[in-house]
C-alpha cells in the first residue's frame, strides 16, 4: 500500500487533500498539534474513522527528531499562517515556520521519503510586482536563486523562500525529489474566517438588509480567488509529473477586488447595499496574480467558478445555521 504522509493535515487545505489521498487508495498518517488559531479540526469532527488514516496530535518537530517511518510521499503543510492580521502584527510568530520546515528537510535528508511535496506560498513572491502601478501576473520563473531576489511579503513571505531553497538544496545535495506548489487566494466552504473569502461570506449573511457593509482596506485590492477543490486536483494532476526540484502556481489567472466579490455575495444574497472599504484594518499587497501559462502546459483549468464557489458557501453557511436552530 502507498504510504503518505501529511503535517498538518487537519487545516483547511490539509483535510481536503486527505480526503482525496483517502479516495485515491492511499494510507495516510497525518500529523497536527491542533494549534489554536490555525483553522486545525480534530478528524473527528470531518471524517469517519478508517484503517488507512493514522491521527497523531503531534508537532511535526517531534514527530521528525522521533520517526524514520518509510512514506512513498510527504506532503509539508503544516505551519502558522492566519489571516493578514496575523501575518502584520506577530511577524515573529509566523517565523516559528522556518524552524518546521528546517526539521522537515533535516528529516528528509535522512530517511529519504519518495516525493517530498512542500507548500509554499504566492507570498514567496517579491511585492514590488504587485503594487497599484505595476499588477503584473506572477510566474515561477519571477523566484530563481541563481540570480537577485526581490522582497517577499512581511516574514511569512521569507519563510516560504527559505522553505523552497531549503527544497533545492535538498534536490541538489542529497539527491532526494521534491516539488513545490504556490497557492494564492485558496478558498472553500470550511475555510477558518480568519481568511477574507468566509470572512466576506460571515459578514454579508449576518449584516443582510443593512444599506452599506465594509470590506478590509481600501476594498480595491485584488486577489486570485480559487476553489480548494481546483487546488487539490491540480496537486494530485501534477504531483507525479512536475520534474523534482519545480516549483507551480495554483491560481486561476484573473482576479476579483474584494468590492466585487463583495458584491458578487450580496447578489447571490438577493440585495445590493454599498460596499466601502474599512481604511483602519490592513490591505496587504494591492495586485496578486498568478501566471498560469505553467498550469496550462499541463492541461489544468479550474473547474469552480467563483460565482459557484460563492453559492457553495452560502448554503454551506445555510446548513451551519440551519443545525444551531
Known sequence: MVRALVTGGCGFVGRHLC??????????????????????????????????????????RSFFETS??????????????????????????????????AALWRWAGCNKP??????????????????E??????????????????????????????????????VERYGGRAIAYRPFSGYGEDQDIAYPFPAICQRLVKEWGAAEVSVWGS????????????????????????PTGTSMNLSTGGTTSFIELAVLISQELGWSPEVAGTTNRPEGVFFRCGDTALQQRFGLAPRISLQEGVRRSLDYLRVEAAAYV
Not at 512513498?72 to 509566523?94: I, K, P, Q, S
Not at 530563481?144 to 538544496?169: A, H, I, N, Q
Open 133 to 170: 502601478e505595476m499588477q503584473t501576473a506572477l510566474s515561477e520563473e519571477m523566484i530563481s536563486f541563481e540570480r537577485p531576489l526581490g522582497v517577499p511579503d512581511l516574514s511569512y513571505g521569507w519563510t516560504k523562500l527559505t522553505g523552497e531553497y531549503l527544497m533545492k538544496l535538498y
Open 19 to 60: 480526503d482525496r489521498l483517502l479516495a485515491e487508495g492511499l494510507d495516510i498518517v497525518c500529523v497536527d498539534s491542533l494549534k489554536p488559531r490555525t483553522g486545525a479540526k480534530h478528524p473527528a469532527l470531518w471524517r469517519r474513522p478508517s484503517k488507512h488514516f493514522i491521527f497523531l496530535e503531534e508537532d511535526c
Open 219 to 242: 476594498g480595491r485590492q485584488r486577489r486570485d480567488f480559487i476553489h480548494i477543490a481546483d487546488c487539490i486536483d491540480f496537486i494530485w494532476q501534477t504531483v507525479h509529473r512536475l
Open 114 to 131: 519518495g516525493n517530498v511535496v512542500y507548500f509554499s506560498s504566492s507570498a514567496a513572491y517579491p511585492v514590488a510586482f504587485q503594487t
Open 68 to 101: 524514520s517511518q518509510r512514506f512513498d510521499y510527504v506532503f509539508h503543510l503544516a505551519a502558522l499562517v492566519g489571516g493578514r492580521m496575523t501575518l502584520e502584527n506577530e511577524t515573529l510568530l509566523v517565523a516559528e515556520d522556518l524552524s518546521v520546515d
